[in-house]
């Protein structure tokens, strides 16, 4: 069994105890286009393994001085990694041995084919590729890189690997080296530092009064919350909204809580105009943001915002609005050019997220940037259309807004910017 770190390694290591294997990681670094990273020219891997595709480094007209700036940086992170894996043992050999590869799931699956032909350049019989996650096309993706390809899971609607787990916290080194020295010796004792899958303190359907009507919502609270994260929801979309609630995910594990709640009541959505009523979102956002500031395990928590498409206007909006103390916002594809006016008097730090391949809402958003005073960033991931359906971008923008919101609602943040 051959765990990928760090994420594979916990998921390879329950296989291999079930199936009584030994255990190894595999450690690999693709080669990446320096100009589009997740396009692989190649793969290396441990005792000198080198793959190359030489179609793909024909098609990008690399140099051979861009090449060997590319692989002289992936060889030092794959020495750091692998002496701080290994601690002083051994790789386990491949040679004529079937190589079962393992990782947490596959989203653009560059790293996963790089594993395939490190394993087959080290001797493996037969490679397998197993994941508990991943699209629907995985198992065509991997035909002649793998022998046998194994996946759990193939939802319809596959945005990135962290919406199969309850828990998708980051494993750490120390977990990889604690399973793999476990492994070794036969242990079946808990992991010390591993991240402990705790029951949030509060996980409920909620309702709020905003204004002449009640709202329903979903709150989580983490143990220990550092901020409260608010959704407005785009045009169609609830509480229930897969994304939404995969993104809200990612923020309950890196201890922020979450209120998802709809902002249209089920009989205000059968007229489509209140759906792009930005002053009446906004206003509902501003009501159950006060309603959060009478509850007692949320009062003392900074606020932060997060609007999807017709949301993100209302939230830009909402954020304006003297009542509240919006600490940071974030857009996922959102539309904020529907704040009209109101974008001038923003000065909670923005994050506006859009996909690469959203080109008019792209526009809109860059457009916005200018005209927000306060701080604003873009970023844009690549490859990524409006809804973030492409494997592995809901994954990047979710993380974008965990990292952005972490950073604005920490106590050292909120001293800074009182």
Same mark, same amino acid.
């Given at each position: 069994m051959l765990g990928l770190p760090r994420g594979g390694v916990p998921v390879a290591? /329950? =296989?291999?105890?079930?199936?009584?294997?030994?255990?190894? =990681?595999?450690?690999?670094?693709?080669? @990446?286009?320096p100009f589009q990273p997740e396009l692989a020219f190649g793969a290396i891997g441990e005792?000198?393994?080198?793959?190359?595709n030489d179609a793909v480094l024909r098609e990008a007209r690399l140099s051979a001085d861009e090449v060997a700036a590319v692989e002289a940086k992936q060889r030092a992170e794959l020495a750091r990694r692998s002496e701080r894996f290994r601690s002083g043992h051994d790789r386990i050999p491949l040679a004529g041995r079937t190589a079962v590869i393992v990782d947490d799931g596959v989203?653009?699956?560059?790293?996963? +084919?790089?594993?395939?032909?490190?394993?087959? %350049?080290?001797?493996a019989k037969r490679v397998v590729l197993a994941v508990p996650i991943g699209g629907r096309d995985v198992f065509e993706r991997f035909a002649g890189y793998a022998d046998d390809v194994v996946c759990l899971?193939?939802?319809? $609607? $596959?945005?990135?690997?962290?919406?199969g787990y309850r828990n998708f916290t980051q494993t750490s080194d120390d977990e990889v080296v604690a399973?793999? #020295? +476990?492994?070794r010796d036969g242990s079946r004792g808990p992991v010390a530092d591993a991240a402990a899958d705790d029951p949030p303190l509060r996980d409920e359907e909620v309702r709020v009064r905003a204004g002449s009507v009640a709202v329903a919502g979903h709150l989580t609270i983490p143990e220990h919350p550092v901020g409260v994260v608010l959704f407005a929801h785009g045009s169609g979309s609830s509480r229930h909204s897969p994304r939404n609630r995969y993104v809200a995910d990612v923020l309950n594990g890196a201890g922020l809580a979450t209120l998802? $709640? #709809?902002?249209?009541?089920?009989? !205000? !959505? +059968?007229?489509?105009?209140? =759906?792009?009523?930005?002053?009446?979102l906004a206003r509902r956002l501003v009501d159950v943001t006060g309603w959060l500031s009478h509850q007692q395990d949320t009062a003392a928590l900074p606020v932060g915002y997060f609007g999807a498409s017709t949301g993100a206007g209302a939230a830009l909006v909402a954020a304006t609005d003297p009542r509240v103390n919006v600490a940071a916002v974030v857009s996922r594809g959102g539309r904020p050019d529907l704040a009209g006016p109101f974008l001038a008097r923003v000065? &909670?730090?923005?994050?506006?997220?859009? @996909? @690469?391949? #959203? #080109?008019?809402v792209l526009e809109l958003n860059r457009q916005a940037r200018a005209a927000i005073p306060g701080k604003c960033e873009?970023?844009?991931?690549? @490859? &990524?259309?409006?809804? $973030? /359906?492409?494997?592995?971008?809901?994954?990047? &923008?979710?993380?974008? %807004?965990?990292d952005w919101f972490i950073e604005h609602l920490s106590p050292a943040a909120l001293t800074a910017n009182p």
């Open positions: 290591f /329950e =296989v291999a105890k079930a199936l009584q294997a030994p255990l190894d =990681v595999l450690v690999v670094r693709k080669l @990446g286009v005792d000198g393994v080198r793959v190359i989203a653009t699956g560059a790293t996963a +084919r790089a594993a395939c032909e490190v394993a087959r %350049a080290q001797g899971h193939t939802p319809e $609607f $596959f945005f990135a690997v962290g919406q399973l793999l #020295d +476990r492994a998802l $709640f #709809d902002l249209l009541t089920p009989e !205000e !959505e +059968r007229n489509r105009a209140n =759906v792009f009523d930005i002053e009446l000065h &909670a730090p923005t994050l506006l997220i859009v @996909g @690469g391949n #959203d #080109d008019v873009l970023a844009v991931v690549p @490859g &990524a259309t409006h809804l $973030f /359906e492409e494997p592995g971008t809901l994954e990047r &923008a979710a993380m974008l %807004a965990r």
